[in-house]
Nanobody, 117 residues
Framework: QVQLVESGGGLVPPGGSLRLSCAAS????????MGWYRQAPGKERDLVAT???????HYADSVKGRFTISKDNAKNTLYLQMNSLKPEDTAVYYC???????????WGQGTQVTVSS
């Protein structure tokens, strides 16, 4: 069983920055891809950014140029650096990992990000 534990959420004013972390219970090399999704109240869960095992990244249009996804293979940790935050970025952010051997998706418990003055 894979465990993903997010951290780093909180309350930040518009224009501020946060860095989210997602610690995996096993090596990130066991995943084809990892990513961040978010879900605002009353809305569906949407993709924010993904990174493949070989480091290719993909971003939602709404966060391009503001967010950066990265991973530290030695620490088995995924990151999301969020800059120039806007109120519309307010959501619960979830870490996701796609297992290389079973092709199952695993999810973390989520971390709340609130952008407000």
């Amino acid at each position: 069983q894979v465990q993903l534990v997010e951290s780093g959420g909180g309350l930040v004013p518009p224009g501020g920055s946060l860095r989210l972390s997602c610690a995996a219970s096993r090596t990130v090399f066991s995943f084809n891809a990892m990513g961040w999704y978010r879900q605002a109240p009353g809305k569906e869960r949407d993709l924010v950014a993904t990174i493949t095992s070989d480091g290719r990244t993909h971003y939602a249009d709404s966060v391009k140029g503001r967010f950066t996804i990265s991973k530290d293979n030695a620490k088995n940790t995924l990151y999301l650096q969020m800059n120039s935050l806007k109120p519309e970025d307010t959501a619960v952010y979830y870490c996701n990992a796609l297992s290389r051997d079973t092709l199952m998706h695993y999810w973390g418990q989520g971390t709340q990000v609130t952008v407000s003055s």
